[in-house]
């Protein structure tokens, strides 16, 4: 198995020291520096001594940090479920109606009760979604990252 290996100078020092958040997830914020990388790749052998110390649990916190650290799409899915969810109720409403008018196979009480819970709840959803994206324009703004760094002065 071969891995990639990204090799930090002093200038991505200097601008990686401006950042001043406190949960840093140097992973992600090692490209957003945007100056040019070297890798060097390599083969990692299988380990000979004992055991790993970084369980999967552990890798899985990881990935949800670096999600929602420089992500906003959970928050993004949540309005699209929510909006694709109202869609399905006024489809199904749709559906019922056209059921209802011509071959007459509806339940009766069925439609009354489960669309506006269907309706309901993807209104909630996208009501969510766009508090969450005010909440994550709020939550980037907090982070105060630096919005250009120089490279070099001439």
């Known amino acids: 198995m071969s891995c990639v290996l990204t090799l930090i100078v002093a200038p991505q020092l200097e601008a990686l020291s401006q950042f001043s958040e406190v949960n840093i997830f140097l ?34 916190s990881l990935a949800a940090n670096g999600i929602t650290s420089f992500s906003v799409a959970p928050l993004r899915m949540i309005t699209g479920f929510g909006l694709l969810v109202c869609c399905f109720s006024i489809v199904m409403v749709a559906w019922i109606l056209l059921g209802k008018l011509l071959a007459d196979h509806v339940i009766p009480g069925w439609a009354s009760s489960v669309v ?39």
């Not at 914020?29 to 552990?58: N, S, W």
């Not at 309901?120 to 009501?127: E, R, Y």
């Not at 979604?129 to 939550?139: C, P, T």
């Open 27 to 60: 992973r992600g914020i090692i490209p957003l520096l945007g100056f040019r990388t070297a890798t060097v790749e390599y083969v990692r052998h299988e380990r000979f001594a004992g055991e790993t110390k970084y369980p999967l649990r552990r890798m899985l």
């Open 116 to 154: 506006p819970i269907y309706f309901i709840g993807g209104v909630q959803l996208l009501s969510i979604g766009v508090v969450g994206e005010y909440v994550a324009k709020i939550y980037l703004e907090t982070k105060r990252r630096p919005r250009y760094f120089i490279e070099r002065m001439i």
